[in-house]
Every structure is written in structure tokens, then in C-alpha cells.
């Protein structure tokens, strides 16, 4: 079965405080390992796509990177309007891909002014 | 116009009726899927369709049904609504190749 869990569930910050999100997984074969945002309310929102072990990508003040257990997403100088809950799935391979996303619970994330 | 329309935004059911949500989509994906969001829960997969012929169950797919009526339409049906029913419920489409996920607004239902 495969399992994605996040850590912390929830996470203060000052503003220009840098930090890490942590999303570890264990899946029978990974196709992808995505990150989404949440605002309250709304429905998750794209943030990245990661393949294979060692790929980065970055986004403005965001950088996910990606290990054969979990993944990270950093980030730099955060501002307000960075506060959300942060998501994070994966897709296995075995099982034709289509079978939907499995995400972890999430972690909320304050920026205080 | 979002991409991934979810209709109604919120309901109020009660106790054994019937209800359905609708989904309609304007990015020419094969795949959409069902999803509800409980506190604490996370975001847990009821059903996706491949394509208009095919239907699949997904982790928690008791008490609903779904019918894709058409490559841009997709709903979710609760014969009979309970209150543990009572959650967030998302619709999504998926690129085929990439797995990339987009989500609609989500409709909040609250079984009474």
C-alpha cells in the first residue's frame, strides 16, 4: 500500500525565516512525486513534478528536491502570502498511473508579518 | 473560467436523500477523478474514469456511484447520504502522460 506522510503538520514562521517541509513515501514503484498548495477553501493547486531520485525544481521562493524516500520543499525569505497548507502525493507506476493520486494529511504553514 | 468546474459549491443534505455533484471540465483530459477532504484525513480517492467507458473504484468507494456521461463530464452520486458523508469533495482532471493533477473548487457537503 502506498503511503505518504508529511511533516510537521503545522508550522509558524517569521517572515524571511527559511524552512523545510518533509514528505516521506513508500510506494511500489514511484511515477511521480507532486507538490501542491492549498488556500482554505479552494481546491490544491500545481506547485511541481518530480521524476527521479536527485531532480530539483524551483519556483520564486519555493525549491522541491527529491530522494529514493522523501522529498523536500525549501523554503527561502518566505513572505504572508505564502501562508497555506502544503500537499504532497504520489503516483506509482505499477498499476497504470491512473489510479489516482495518494497524498499525505499536509502541512499547514503560517508566515507571520 | 476555471478549467475544472464543480457544481453546487455547497449543499445541505439530509439523512437518505439522494444527491449528486457535477463535474465539467474544459481541458480535454481523459482522466478525471473524485476525491473527498477530511480534516485530519487528507484527500482520499473515491473513483476515476479513464475515458467515457471506463469506471474504476478507488480507496473509499462505498455509498457513492459515478457516471461519465460525457469526455468533459463527470458526477458523483450518493444513493443514500449519511452524515459520515459529510466532507469536502474535489474533482479532478489529470494529463495522461505526466500525471499532473488539476482540481476543481470543491463542493462542501454537510449531511444533516
Redesign the interface.
Known sequence: EDQVTQSPEALRLQEGESSSLNCSYTVSGL??L?W?RQDP??????LF?LYSAGEEKEKERLKATLTKKESFLHITAPKPEDSATY?C?V?ASIGG??????????THLIIQP | DADVTQTPRNRITKTGKRIMLECSQTKGHDRMYWYRQDPGLGLRLIYYSFDVKDINKGEISDGYSVSRQAQAKFSLSLESAIPNQTALYFCATSETWTGKAFFGQGTRLTVV
Open positions: 511515477r511521480g507532486f501542491y477553501g479552494k481546491g490544491p493547486e500545481f513534478t500537499l502525493a503516483q498511473g491512473a489510479d489516482g493520486l495518494t497524498f499525505g494529511k499536509g
